[in-house]
């Protein structure tokens, strides 16, 4: 190491160590050395000056900082269910430093100024960075072409209706309109792909469901994929990126993979619920994990699992989408589809991947998550310095124990709406510590939280940096 290098490491102030720090490059040992919010580098002497803060990793895996791109945070309108402070509380807890979140708020966060306003009520309450899906206005969808890259990340379309999803897409001509423009504006498309005709025609025949095996009934698998058919035609024809969200069956995933392989800018996202829960758990938790899409069969579950172990999706997500206990109460039809989820993502897929791939290396397990839950996400969305531990990066990192195995209660819930569809899980693994910038926003040992200095990550960061 020559002279220069030896300086810039002397000027830690951070100083990671431990035996499982999930690099680029695989799982190493090391010290990993931090400052002024960033990786300085990864060495396996210890270089440091003796001020440097210290933490000691010990055999936890050191992921890069989890990045969820797709939560409901509720800012604005819809705070009685999930506020941003406690939204972001729930990810920390979870290890995960980067949000994107969605437009489906009271009001809708459909044009540029109204993202401006949501950035504005978030900031200095958010212990995670963050960055925004514009919501497609089902009346201007060519705004699109003209979409300020440093406002969203990307935009959001509802195919399908529901009770949160008040601005949908459902005349050909709008979704024709959206496609054109979003491939006219560079903009990357995520979708709620379900056939919202279908589903009214269903309701008309059938009435109210009196039971969520009725509610699934009239939320069937064809409603998907009739929608994943049209929306890769869409992009067929006009070349637009398209991110397909909460895939949640067998025949979608393998559309999207043939569509994939035949050159077409699709992918798609699985949700940690599709993963965990099948229409059999429904039968017990009723609304809990009432969803939209629905939860469905054994069938389907293994082959979202499939999709993991083989690489498939680009981004696993939580979905966030929390409801009061009161709203789930409701009875079938009333209660809205959605479940909190930020926090137990990623010891759920880690518990789901232990279970069912036991003879895999753990270490080649954590590299599966980071490429899910970290780098995966982050190169869709651009997301520069997040999702890889490498000189340069964002100080965020999640320390995961990878063995520690615990019951999740109501008690350990820390979104706003006090459940957990996974209340009496037996997860392994546990999130022990996040580290945001360099600084650590969770701490499981003291149950303690640090600063909510979350920044909007803006494409303008990757000119200036911080
Ligand atoms: O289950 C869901 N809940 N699916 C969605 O598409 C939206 C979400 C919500 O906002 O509650
Ligand atoms: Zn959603």
């Given at each position: 190491m020559d002279e220069l290098t030896n300086d810039i490491f002397r000027s830690a102030e951070l100083v990671v160590s431990g035996d499982k720090l999930v690099t680029p490059q695989g799982v190493r040992s090391g010290h990993l050395l931090i400052a002024a919010g960033r990786v300085l580098g990864v060495c396996?002497?210890?270089?440091?000056?003796?001020?440097a803060e210290r933490i000691n990793a010990g055999d936890a895996y050191v992921l890069p900082?989890?990045?969820?791109?797709?939560?409901?945070?509720?800012?604005?309108?819809?705070t009685h269910k999930e506020d941003w402070e406690h939204g972001s509380r729930a990810a920390v807890a979870g290890g995960v430093t980067t949000v994107l979140d969605m437009p489906n708020t009271v009001p809708p966060t459909l044009t540029e100024q109204a993202v401006r306003e949501k950035a504005a009520l978030v900031a200095g309450r958010s212990l995670v960075d963050y960055g925004f899906h514009i919501g497609v206005d089902p009346e201007h969808p060519?705004?699109?072409?003209?979409?300020?890259p440093a406002i969203a990340r990307s935009a959001k379309i509802f195919m399908a209706g529901h009770h949160?999803?008040?601005?949908?897409?459902?005349?050909p001509g709008q979704l024709e309109a959206a496609f054109a423009a979003a491939a006219e504006g560079g903009v990357q498309l995520v979708l709620h792909a379900e056939d919202d005709s279908l589903f009214a025609l269903l309701d008309g025949w059938?009435?109210?469901?009196?039971s969520y095996a009725e509610y699934e009934a009239r939320r069937p698998r064809s409603g998907g994929i009739a929608a994943v058919a049209k929306v890769i035609e869409l992009v067929r024809r006009h070349g637009t990126r398209a991110h397909i969200l909460h895939l949640s069956s067998r025949e979608e995933a393998d559309l999207v993979c043939a569509a994939q392989a035949a050159g077409l800018p699709v992918s798609f996202e699985v949700t940690g619920h599709h993963l965990s829960f099948t229409d059999e758990d429904t039968r017990r938790l009723g609304a809990r994990t009432r969803l939209s899409p629905a939860i469905r069969s054994r069938g389907d579950q293994s082959r979202l699992w499939e999709a993991v172990e083989a690489g498939q999706p680009a981004t696993v997500g939580s979905d966030h989408a929390p409801h009061t206990v009161e709203e789930k109460t409701r009875g079938v039809q009333q209660s809205p589809p959605g479940l909190p989820g930020v926090q137990e993502l990623a010891v759920a897929v880690w518990t789901g991947m232990r279970e069912r791939?036991?003879?895999?290396h753990p270490d080649r397990s954590a590299e599966r998550l980071a490429r899910l839950l970290t780098s995966g996400p982050a190169e869709l969305f651009g997301l520069?310095?997040?999702g890889r531990i490498e000189?340069?990066?964002?100080?965020d990192l999640a320390f995961l124990a990878p063995d520690d195995t615990w019951m999740l209660s109501a008690?350990?819930?820390?979104?706003?709406?006090?459940?957990?569809?996974?209340?009496g899980w037996t997860m392994t693994?546990?999130?022990?510590r996040t580290v945001r910038a360099g600084r650590v926003v969770w701490d499981a040992g003291s149950e303690s939280f640090g600063e909510?200095?979350?920044?909007?990550?803006?494409?303008a960061d990757k000119q200036g940096g911080h």
């Open positions: 396996d002497t210890d270089l440091a000056l003796p001020s900082g989890l990045i969820d791109s797709h939560v409901h945070f509720r800012t604005p309108g819809l060519g705004l699109l072409a003209s979409l300020d949160t999803a008040p601005t949908v897409l459902r005349e059938w009435g109210e469901p009196g791939l036991p003879e895999e520069t310095g997040k000189a340069g990066a964002d100080a008690g350990d819930v820390r979104s706003k709406c006090g459940w957990s569809a996974y209340e693994g546990r999130v022990v909510p200095d979350g920044r909007w990550l803006t494409p």
